[in-house]
């Protein structure tokens, strides 16, 4: 790519240089940190610290939304000593990120590897009180999260659970080795490297021109509905997968698809979300549930849609004792989806 940024005048070339140049410098100095241990160790001195307790990230409130503090190596160090911990547990953090200045970011989960779960415990309360916020589930707190937060935390725990659940090599059974930065295990053995891993699930809006079909499982919370998805076979093609998924799950045959966005999603046990909208034949839109899959699924107007999309206040129950019909929070790219559909409902899209 070339450095000069287009035909402008010089003070625009300068800051469009400026703005890659940031970018970039960033990628490479995270990259180092992640093949140079001795960099990365370095790296703790001056960087900041997020931290999990069983996968559950420290929380503050702030009027309706939640905050992560971030703490120096020093005050890691000092509440370390305060709960009779060794300071070397600092290395098993994991690198997350890094800010424009390249203070580097980590995240350390202080109650995996506890010795008893009662101890555990003990020292959960007794963190929380020390460092005046509590450990909240991701799951519950996400939606309230800004999304760079939202973003941040969903790596650390992501990467955290991946360490914590291989820790031994698949081949000769003996303990890995995670590198510095986290963005690697090692086999000592055999030398094999095992490197964090995130299933591929297609998520995907099927329309027939003027509805499109939502869905919803058992596990939803009241009244809400979202795209199709499901994750990916051994062998699929993207939209092999998503024609799979819609035939299965409501008995459509999708006629033209087109790729939309993609995101990254902490649970069950992180997953690479593929947006996709999809069309069906105008004629052919008799919905079949699979129920082994879905408790219900529905065509719905674009009005519906619009209306649900402007919903603040989903949760609110009505007079009749049900839950009026909402869609996935912003932050989801299911809600994207959704809203892409709405602002746009007669896409062109590619034949599947």
């Known amino acids: 790519m070339s450095l000069y940024c287009g035909i402008a005048g010089r003070r625009k070339s300068f800051w469009c240089y400026r703005l890659l140049s940031t970018y970039v410098t960033k990628t490479r100095y995270l990259f180092e940190l992640k093949e140079d241990d001795d960099a990365c160790k370095k790296a703790h001195q001056t960087g900041a610290f997020y931290l999990f307790h069983s996968l559950a990230p420290l929380l503050q409130k702030s009027e309706h939304q939640y905050l992560p503090p971030k703490h120096s190596r020093l005050e890691l160090e000092r509440l370390l000593g ?139 919370p009241k009244g809400m509905y979202s795209a199709l998805a499901g994750f990916c076979d051994i062998g699929e093609s993207l939209e092999e997968a998503v024609r799979r998924e819609v035939a299965e799950e409501v008995g459509l045959e999708v006629e033209r698809l087109q790729y939309s966005a993609s995101q990254h999603w902490p649970f069950p046990n992180s997953s690479l979300m593929i947006a996709c909208q999809a069309t069906v034949k105008p004629g052919q839109t008799e919905i079949q549930v699979n129920l082994r899959e879905l408790e219900a699924a529905a065509w719905f107007s674009h009005d519906e849609v619009v209306t649900a999309l402007r919903r603040n206040d989903p949760y609110t129950q009505q007079q009749n004792g049900t839950f009026p019909f909402w869609l996935p929070p912003k932050l989801a790219i299911a809600h994207h989806l959704i809203k892409e559909w709405a602002e746009k409902p007669t896409f062109s899209i590619l034949p599947a």
């Open 82 to 220: 305060k709960l009779g911990q060794d300071t070397q547990r600092i290395e098993d953090s994991v690198l997350i990120g890094c800010s424009e200045q390249h203070e580097a970011w980590f995240a350390l989960d202080l109650g995996i590897n506890s010795s008893s779960p009662l101890n555990a415990s003990f020292q959960k309360s007794e963190m929380e009180r020390e460092l005046k916020g509590s450990f909240i589930e991701l799951r519950k707190a996400l939606f309230r999260l800004n999304v760079k937060d939202a973003s941040l935390l969903s790596t650390a725990q992501a990467l955290l659970r991946w360490h914590d659940t291989h820790k031994f090599c698949s081949r000769s059974g003996q303990p890995t080795k995670k590198n510095m930065a986290g963005s690697k295990r090692v086999c000592p053995a055999n030398k094999i490297i095992y490197y964090p891993q995130m299933a591929p699930v297609v998520i995907t809006l099927v329309s027939d021109g003027t509805r499109c079909l939502l869905a919803r499982q058992s596990s939803f």
